[in-house]
C-alpha cells in the first residue's frame, strides 16, 4: 500500500491548527486578565487604600484616629539607645528615605507622590517633622481590640491598592509603612520608631519586622494608583495598619492610621 503526502492539504491543515491554537490562547489570555482586572480607584475619591478580597472588588480600608500615648512597658534606657532621628539618618546613610529625618529629607519623600485623592492632601512639612521627632519612642494607640476592616488570611501575598502614585520605590518606602500593632482587649498599640521603619528595604529588614514595621513590595497600578504587595511571609493573624506621612498628623497631634484585621 502506498502513502501520497499531500504537501498543500497538510499545510493548510497545521496553518488551520496554529490559527486554532493562537485563537484558544488570546482567548485563556483575556479570561486571565479580565479575572485580574480591577477598576482603578476614583482619583477625585476621598478613600484613600483598598484591598481586592475576591480578586475583583476593591473594598475600602477605612481609617482610625489614635492618640500618642507614653509607651506602655518599659524598657529602661532603648529609647536613648535608638538615638535622635538626625543621627540615626547620618549612620544609615539613607536620609532621603529617612523621612522625618529633617525637612530635607521628608521634602525628598513627599516630592515622589503624586497625589490625586483629597484623602491624601500633604499637610505642612515643617510641622510633620516636628511631629515625627517628637513621636519618636512613643505608643501610637487605637481603641478597641480589633479594626473594622476584617480580612481572611489565605496564606497569600496581601495586595493592598494606594489612591496615589510612588514615582519610585524610595518614596514608597519613605512616605508609607505598613505595621503590625500588639494588641490587647482594650487597644492596639505601635511603638514609633521612624529609625526602625526606615531599615526597610535593607539587609537589616527583619530588625524593622520584629519592631512592627513590614517590607512591601511596590509596583505602579493602572494610570494614577500603586500596587503595595506584603509577602505572605510576614503575616499572620492580628492586627495591622498602613501610614501615609503626609495625613497621618491631626490636630491635638492624634494619629490617622488605615486598619484592618487579619484572621
Known amino acids: 500500500m502506498e502513502f501520497f503526502y499531500n504537501k498543500k492539504t497538510t499545510l493548510t491543515h497545521a496553518a488551520k491548527s496554529f490559527l486554532l491554537l493562537c485563537a484558544l490562547l488570546f482567548t485563556s489570555s483575556t479570561i486571565k486578565a479580565q479575572a485580574t482586572d480591577v477598576v482603578e480607584p476614583d482619583s477625585s475619591s476621598a478613600e484613600l487604600f483598598y484591598v481586592i478580597p475576591d480578586g475583583k472588588t476593591l473594598q475600602v480600608i477605612s481609617y482610625e484616629v489614635g492618640l500618642i500615648k507614653e ?9 536613648s539607645k535608638v538615638g535622635k532621628i538626625a543621627d540615626a539618618a547620618g549612620i544609615l546613610g539613607s536620609v532621603g528615605v529617612i523621612a522625618g529625618a529633617n525637612i530635607g529629607s521628608l521634602n525628598t519623600a513627599l516630592g515622589g507622590i503624586k497625589v490625586m485623592s483629597t484623602a491624601g492632601s500633604i499637610a505642612d512639612v515643617a510641622e510633620i517633622t516636628n511631629s515625627l521627632a517628637g513621636a519618636e519612642g512613643h505608643d501610637f494607640t487605637y481603641d478597641g481590640a480589633n479594626a473594622k476592616t476584617i480580612l481572611k488570611k489565605d496564606g497569600k501575598d496581601l495586595q493592598i491598592i494606594a489612591n496615589l502614585r510612588c514615582t519610585s520605590e524610595e518614596a514608597a518606602l519613605a ?11 482594650k487597644d492596639r498599640r505601635l511603638r514609633w520608631f521612624q529609625t526602625k521603619a526606615a531599615l526597610i528595604g535593607t539587609s537589616k529588614s527583619e530588625e524593622a519586622d520584629k519592631a512592627g514595621y513590614l517590607s512591601f513590595g511596590y509596583q505602579n497600578y493602572g494610570d494614577h494608583s500603586t500596587m503595595l504587595t506584603i509577602p505572605a511571609s510576614q503575616l499572620e493573624p492580628g492586627e495591622y495598619g498602613i501610614y501615609f506621612l503626609a495625613n497621618m498628623f491631626e490636630p491635638n497631634l492624634a494619629i490617622r492610621c488605615y486598619t484592618f484585621s487579619l484572621e
Open 71 to 79: 509607651h506602655k512597658n518599659k524598657f529602661g534606657d532603648i529609647a
Open 175 to 185: 512616605a508609607l509603612k505598613v505595621v503590625r500593632f500588639k494588641a490587647t482587649k
